[in-house]
């Protein structure tokens, strides 16, 4: 159990530090290039971390580092950016917030992880506490902008559970680098046709450009590709909750924000949907359940253990070996 709290803890810097984008970006990055700032977050971090592995991808590695690279960065980042400029972020956040249920389904198809009683509680819950603590009554609801976020949501999904069923036949950094620089390749066509060149960089820019793309990319993106290793694609997607809560604790702390009472008890509602979907928590729940009613041996038949075994795919590559 103690290895998978620190798994746990390690998947968290990924969501935490994609919350805090929302404080840095606002604060000193220019709002008219959203594309060039994607591209400046994942290609200097994909290229810094392969220049450290000295790994480049093998055999199917190749299609699959494009793959994962547009699915989860490229194109996500891209939808991110289209569901931006039509809907309020409150709108795509709490959209983006059913990722832990699509990632349960595609899941279940896909590397036959069945959905439990206790990840879709608490899926549900988390969903409850967002909108709680997002939901403010004002904008209004565009249907591209919707169908944006939905996409880049089912997107990502789709892109992290291939990250994990991919996983065992490659090493955990040169996979992540092949990943960012991938992903980062594929924006800069997008950024030269809707935002023409990249605009020179200032030294305050290029210090928050330097945080996005060290720690809330490429360090960002190694803890939550151990995640996807380590623990159940469920756990890991409901983790991911803690991006909105931490955006809106850093909006109190550094701006002056004021929560209200709706809002506590929202952020109070992820954290207890975030806890009852994972392995601890709830073999703490069948423990207390099975010395109150004896006759009853399980309560939740998840695969609580720590690394479960990976369904190979068909078409599985030899592992790489990791570099010296």
């Known amino acids: 159990m103690e290895n998978i709290w620190r798994w746990m803890l390690i998947t968290a810097i990924a969501p935490i530090a994609w919350g805090s984008t929302y404080v840095v970006t606002s604060t000193w990055l220019p709002a008219d290039s959203p594309l060039w700032g994607a ?47 039509l809907l309020p972020s409150s709108i795509a956040s709490m959209i983006m917030a059913m990722a832990p249920i699509a990632m349960m389904l595609v899941a279940w198809g896909v590397i036959r992880e069945k959905p439990q009683l206790f990840s879709l509680v608490g899926a549900g819950l ?46 955990l950094l040169p996979m992540t680098a ?18 023409g060149a990249p605009a020179p960089v200032t030294a305050s820019e290029f210090g928050a450009f330097a945080y996005l793309s060290l720690v809330a990319t490429l360090a ?32 109190v702390a550094v701006a002056g924000e004021t929560l209200t009472a709706l809002q506590y008890g929202g952020i109070a509602l992820v954290f207890a949907g975030i806890l009852i979907g994972q392995a601890p928590v709830r073999a703490a729940v069948a423990s207390a ?25 068909r078409d599985e590559a030899p592992a790489l070996q990791d570099a010296a």
Request: net charge positive.
């Open 39 to 85: 591209v400046w977050r994942a290609l200097p971090a994909g290229l810094l971390l392969l220049l450290i592995v000295r790994v480049l991808p093998r055999g199917v590695w190749w299609w699959r580092s494009l793959v994962l690279g547009v699915l989860n960065i490229g194109a996500f980042f891209v939808l991110i950016y289209v569901a931006a400029q």
């Open 126 to 171: 988390g969903f409850a506490g967002v909108v709680a603590l997002l939901a403010t009554g004002a904008g209004s609801v565009n249907a591209g902008g919707v169908l944006a976020s939905l996409a880049a949501m089912l997107m990502s999904s789709v892109g992290f559970i291939f990250t994990k069923r991919w996983s065992g036949s490659a090493p």
């Open 178 to 195: 092949w990943q960012l620089t991938a992903g980062g390749l594929a924006i800069v066509p997008v950024a030269f046709l809707v935002e």
């Open 220 to 251: 960002a993106f190694v803890g939550w590709n151990m995640g996807l290793r380590k623990l159940p694609a469920a756990a890991v997607g409901l983790i991911g909750l803690l991006n909105p809560v931490t955006g809106v604790l850093l909006g």
């Open 289 to 313: 359940v099975r010395r109150v009613l004896p006759g009853r041996r399980r309560v939740d038949r998840g695969a609580d253990v720590l690394d479960q075994p990976r369904v190979p795919a």
